[in-house]
């Protein structure tokens, strides 16, 4: 048989709402934001490694398939080659440089940070919450960005294959005459 404790226990619940929630859930928004921010920049590095994948095999094969057009039976590889040029010229457009949202601020900006432009801080909370919220606003502008990127290296992937089984079709058709 058990005994019950003469005194309930208690149990540890945090901070909670009139001391000390809201700066806890800054601090929680602005570190998950930061790691979402991270997590952004490590998928950009892999679109970047992927774009300049695509622009030198596009540029490879358009090399390849324009020498090969010169031949009088082989003068249809001048659509794949066009194909993979534009591969490569799509995959151009995530390779320039463009306005990213980074992570971090300039100390400056902190030092005289402000909640609505006009006011300072005047609590770490305050301070915590607008750091948030600006990089809640670098994420939202990068996401677009990204969303992009995925596309763009897509197609530019599908562009490519495309190029490789037309001109692989061609080639065939051509042998078997």
Not at 47 to 58: L, V
Not at 70 to 95: D, E, G, K, N
Not at 151 to 162: E, P
Request: charged fraction near 15%.
């Amino acid at each position: 048989m058990t005994t019950q404790p003469s005194q309930p226990q208690e149990i540890e619940v945090g901070e909670v709402a009139g001391n000390g929630l809201r700066l806890f859930l800054a601090k929680e928004a602005q570190r998950l934001a930061e790691m979402r921010q991270a997590a952004q920049m490590d998928l950009w590095n892999k679109h970047i490694t992927r774009a300049i994948s695509a622009i030198g095999w596009g540029m490879t094969l358009t090399a390849a398939f324009v020498a090969a057009s010169t031949q009088y039976q082989y003068r249809a590889l001048v659509i794949p080659a066009a194909l993979s040029a534009l591969a490569s010229m799509m995959a151009c457009i995530i390779v320039w440089p463009r306005k990213w949202g980074i992570p971090g601020e300039f100390a400056e900006q902190v030092m005289d940070m402000t909640t609505d432009g006009k006011t300072p801080c005047a609590s770490e909370l305050e301070a915590r919450e607008a750091l948030a919220l600006r990089i809640d606003q670098d994420l939202t502008k990068n996401h677009k960005a990204m969303a992009m990127f995925g596309w763009v290296t897509t197609i530019a992937f599908v562009l490519l294959v495309i190029s490789v089984i037309f001109s692989a079709i061609w080639a065939g058709l051509i042998t078997l005459r």
